[in-house]
């Protein structure tokens, strides 16, 4: 099975687990990060990790990002039932994903997984103490946008996997905002640089998949 049919079998999985027809009605549909899918699994490949295993670990880190997404969806416009259903939603994805990796027994992931929450909470919280262009919301922005994956690569020991997604993750969060103050045009160079010396360590596909970030 190459990455493409294992990243359908993910996606599938997830739409499957996360399905429920009265939240369904009321939130719009989840939208799943391929670009984190195809990642994970190109790291978890170049360490050599069994199929399944790699299959259920991307499945799991998927499930805790569609939580956090969702309860960041939560605001003050919203009408109070549907603020409810996307706490709710949030929640229940959490809840499905430690109910796998319970079933599973594997409680080094779990605990790995739960600092990365605690680092992208605490850094979520930092971010809103900040201004625009201070360069330390930067390091907050590359530490919720790869703390998951970070942690997935300590646990497989491919740890150089790591720096390549806070990098390359940073970046992929900074081209889709629309105000590009100085600091932030600074930050995407210094981005892209990190990502060309790190590239030369993956795989062409990892490459191919993100090489238009770096035009």
């Known amino acids: 099975m190459d990455i493409r049919q294992q990243m359908e079998q993910i996606r599938t999985r997830i739409q499957h687990a996360i399905a429920h027809p009265y939240v369904d009605r009321y939130i719009q549909p989840r939208t799943i990060d391929e670009d984190r899918i195809s990642f994970a699994l190109s790291m978890l490949r170049s360490a050599r990790v069994e199929t399944s295993t790699a299959l259920d670990y991307v499945f799991a880190m998927m499930l805790i990002q569609l939580a956090l997404d969702t309860h960041d969806e939560v605001d003050k416009q919203q009408m109070m039932q549907k603020k409810q259903l996307t706490v709710l939603a949030g929640d229940l994805y959490s809840g499905l994903y430690y109910e796998f990796l319970a079933q599973r027994h594997d409680m080094s992931l ?100 993100f090489s238009h970030l770096l035009a």
């Open 110 to 209: 779990i605990r790995r997984f739960a600092e990365a929450i605690k680092e992208i909470n605490i850094q979520k919280i930092r971010l809103q103490q900040l201004s625009p262009d201070d360069v330390e919301r930067f390091h907050c922005i590359g530490v919720i946008e790869s703390a998951l994956l970070r942690k997935l690569s300590e646990h497989v020991h491919a740890h150089e996997w790591g720096e390549l997604a806070y990098y390359l993750f940073s970046l992929k969060r900074i081209q889709r905002e629309e105000t590009k103050s100085k600091a932030m045009v600074d930050y995407t160079d210094h981005c892209k640089r990190k990502v060309q010396d790190l590239f030369h360590l993956h795989h062409e596909e990892v490459k191919e998949r």
